[in-house]
């Protein structure tokens, strides 16, 4: 099983980036997908999910309406676009799958995660 | 939203118990997660279920979860175990994640 993020770096205030989370070793539409945050020096904060099978999808209210998570099953790709970057969305960006194949988020856990990549707003 | 409280730092000398809280409003209701995070790595799971512990931990990592605390329990500490330790919960109120903020185990 393994996570492969990609697509981060530099972008301007107000500018977009699309980052991806390249999934193997298992049946990724059968899982839900995450996304996860931590800001240089900070904690881990969760930013969004998709669920399995219905690809319904969560945010967190400071990314809502900015930020859209995505897959793509027939690739085993795992996106979020970010649009309206601010600084505060500095951040290496981490996908975790959730520990069993899909049932409600309240029965699993993060497992495993990716190595992150770094997303950097600034002017 | 749910808040989860832990202590910004735990120190320990090698070989005693560390013991790391994660405060939530009536969080033995919730299933609790805690992840180890060693400087400059992905985050890991070390216990799962408030109490279980995945294949590879060893078993001085325990939880533990009544009332409004939950509590990871490192017993033996070693060198090795510096990181930073996070607790997780699903707020099914908010249909959010949450973690903790972190708390940073130091070896002396």
């Known amino acids: 099983v393994q996570l492969v993020e990609s697509g981060g770096g530099l972008v301007k205030p107000g500018g977009s980036l699309r980052l991806s989370c390249a999934a193997s070793?298992?049946?990724?539409?059968?899982?839900?997908m995450n996304w996860v945050r931590q800001a240089p020096g900070k904690g881990l904060q969760w930013v969004s999910s998709?669920?399995?099978?219905?690809?319904?999808?969560y945010y967190r209210e400071s990314v809502r309406g900015r930020f859209t998570i995505s897959r793509d099953s027939a690739k085993n790709v795992l996106y979020l676009e970010m649009n309206s970057l601010t600084a505060e969305d500095t951040a290496i960006y981490y996908c975790?799958?959730?520990?069993?194949?899909?049932?409600?988020?309240?029965?699993?856990?993060?497992?495993?995660w990716g190595q992150g990549t770094l997303v950097t707003v600034s002017s | 939203s749910y808040v989860l409280t832990q202590p910004a730092s735990v120190s320990v000398a090698p070989g005693m118990t560390a013991r790391i809280t994660c405060g939530g409003d009536n969080i033995r209701t919730k299933n609790v997660h805690w992840y180890r995070q060693k400087a400059g790595l992905a985050p890991g799971v070390v216990i799962f279920?408030?109490?279980d512990r995945p294949s590879g931990i060893p078993e001085r990592f325990s939880g533990s979860n009544s009332g409004n605390r939950a509590t990871l329990t490192i017993s033996r500490v070693e060198a090795g175990d510096e990181a930073d330790y996070y607790c997780q919960v699903w707020d099914s109120a908010n249909d959010h994640w949450v973690f903790g903020g972190g708390t940073k185990l130091t070896v002396l």
């Open positions: 998709i669920i399995g099978r219905t690809s319904y999808t």
């Open positions: 279920y408030d109490v």
């Open positions: 975790a799958r959730d520990s069993d194949i899909s049932q409600h988020p309240a029965y699993n856990w993060f497992d495993p």
């Open positions: 070793g298992f049946s990724f539409d059968s899982y839900n």
